[in-house]
């Protein structure tokens, strides 16, 4: 396992979005992974969750979605702790990255833009990880990328419609939804091509879909300029499918 260090002299650290650290095998081809955090466990067993993590390897964590859905509002909770236990379980697992992903209920209005920055500021003081927010619903990618800068946070670029960004590092997903279920060779090369043009020296990348870690390795050996005689067509989603399978 190690980073892809591309023709372009850029660090890339790819891998998948998961429920639960792999085994051993899975970082074979990947150097990263993003865990999903459903909620808040104690720091014993948050510690034990990423026990098997290889050295090397780079950990995001996003955070839970009932952390957005706060009680008074976006990130607005009745009860402090709700932020203090999770902070706590966070530095915990140590990872690069807490990845907070906002969905609709963030909006670009005045008071959520308060919320989030007053938020980012207190996980800040608590010397918690490095915060990355994916933004979503009514927030423009351009407008989402400026704001995260103004407020001191890693904007999440959407690889798959990326915006210009500048800046010491980067941190770009993938959702392979619609159109692009399957990421095959030809959606990977244009993924390629758009986290190359980011102006990062670091740049991570986490794949959301049921093939995450193939699809990982994949683009890993694109980034690296290899060929690989396992590479996917790109195909349309078969209407006639078995939604089960």
Not at 104 to 128: H, I, K, N, Q
Not at 141 to 147: G, T
Not at 190 to 198: F, G, K, S, T
Request: hydrophobic share 45%.
């Amino acid at each position: 396992m190690a980073s892809v260090v591309s023709p372009t002299a850029k660090r890339f650290h790819v891998g998948a979005v998961l429920d639960r650290v792999p085994s051993p095998r899975y970082f074979e081809g990947a150097s990263h992974i993003e865990l999903l955090l459903h909620g808040t466990p104690k720091v014993a067993t948050a510690k034990r969750m990423v026990a098997d993590l290889p050295s090397g390897a780079s950990l995001a964590l996003q955070l839970p979605a009932s952390l957005v859905k706060g009680t008074k509002g976006a990130l607005r909770h009745d009860t402090p702790f709700v932020e203090r236990d999770l902070v706590a379980v966070v530095k915990a697992m140590t990872p690069r990255f807490a990845v907070l992903s906002s969905g609709v209920d963030l909006t670009p209005g005045p008071r959520d833009r308060e919320a989030l920055e007053a938020f980012a500021g207190r996980w800040r003081e608590a010397g918690a990880p490095q915060l990355a927010w994916h933004a979503g619903g009514p927030w423009e990618s351009e407008q989402a990328v400026a704001f995260a800068q103004k407020i001191g946070v890693v904007p999440v670029i959407d690889a798959l419609d990326p915006v210009p960004f500048e800046g010491p590092v980067a941190y770009a997903r993938v959702r392979a939804i619609g159109v692009h279920a399957r990421l095959g060779d030809g959606t990977l090369a244009r993924i390629a091509e758009a986290v190359l043009a980011l102006n990062a020296a670091d740049v991570y990348v986490a794949i959301e879909s049921g093939e995450g870690p193939k699809r990982a390795k994949r683009l890993a050996q694109i980034l690296a300029g290899e060929s690989d005689g396992d590479g996917e067509e790109d195909r349309e989603p078969d209407a006639d499918a078995d939604d089960d399978e």
